[in-house]
């Protein structure tokens, strides 16, 4: 009971969990990853967090040593280990351990690891008042739409989101286009209708976006992907993210400048309401 690893094959403590210094994860962030979350002790979406394993593990050629019904059993087990009433589980995959050179190493076992955690969620206070963003030039890799570990350029958009106040940042490409922020995807409200930015190799296919998104025909609110420009966001009703960890939270001001009425919309709290508080009551 408590945090949980796994790797090949084997559970444990995470404190007791390690691996090689050698290990291209390690050494080359060759790798990628998947983070889910669980509603009720069930793993939400997990079918779609596979699939995206699946497309991500492909695009840099490595080979998942498991099957999809191998590793949700795994997931499962880890879960009920863990003991606890919601779990953040944490799925990496790299290209094994084998002395340091580029090439990809021949004979090297893939590394799988998983942790297994205690659920944070964004605390209510936080989700009722919304938070603040900055936006930033996206410096990123070219491949963002590969969940890969290559994510220095997001953690030092974050930090210094936080260094100037702000609870995240957003990537903006030259054009003034936007993206997406350090660590989930990002919606604008206007006249009613939910946009967030459209699929490219700029923007992570988000498993939340794609859940909000193909929820939407049901909520009888219109919207989809599209083009999104900061003025765009700038001149929104209201404007969220949405992620894993993130759910959904709105986002009061950008740059500094208010959003809407400064306040988290009614929309937001709609789709916050309808598609997640309710999978915990
Ligand atoms: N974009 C980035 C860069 C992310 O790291 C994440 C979180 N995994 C997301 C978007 C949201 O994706 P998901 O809904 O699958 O958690």
């Not at 497309?55 to 087990?77: C, F, G, K, W, Y």
């Not at 003034?176 to 409200?189: C, D, I, P």
Request: proline content about 5%; aromatic content about 8%.
């Amino acid at each position: 009971m408590g945090d949980v690893a796994y790797i090949n094959g084997t559970f444990c403590e995470l404190s007791q969990a390690r691996v090689s210094v050698e290990d291209r994860g390690f050494q080359f962030a060759d790798s990628v990853y998947e983070g889910i979350t669980t509603y009720r002790r069930e793993p939400f979406l997990l079918t779609e967090h596979l699939r995206r394993l699946r497309n991500s593990a492909r695009a840099i050629h490595l080979p998942i040593p498991l099957s999809d019904e191998r590793i949700t059993e795994l997931v499962r087990e880890g879960v009920r280990r863990s003991g606890y009433d919601e779990v953040h589980i944490y799925m990496q995959l790299t290209r094994g351990a084998a002395s340091r050179s580029h090439p990809f190493p021949a004979g090297a076992e893939p590394t799988v690891v998983m942790t297994f955690k205690a659920a944070i969620r964004v605390p209510a206070d936080v989700r009722a008042q919304g938070v603040s963003v900055m936006s930033r030039p996206d410096n990123r890799w070219g491949s963002c739409n590969v969940k890969s570990v290559m994510l220095l350029p997001n953690v030092l958009a974050k930090q210094e989101a936080l260094d100037r106040g702000a609870y995240d940042a957003l990537f903006v490409g030259p054009d003034q286009v936007v993206y997406e922020a350090s660590s989930s995807n990002v919606f604008l409200v206007r006249a009613g209708e939910v946009w967030t930015p459209q699929r490219s190799d700029k923007i992570l296919p988000g498993i939340t976006c794609d859940y909000i998104v193909e929820s939407l025909p049901r909520l009888g609110i219109l919207g989809g992907g599209r083009l999104v420009y900061l003025d765009d966001l700038l001149a929104a009703d209201e404007v969220f993210l949405a992620g894993t960890t993130t759910e959904t939270l709105g986002v009061v001001s950008i740059d500094g400048k208010m959003i809407g009425d400064g306040q988290v919309g009614p929309v937001t709290r709609r789709l916050y309401e309808e598609l997640f508080a309710s999978l915990t009551r």
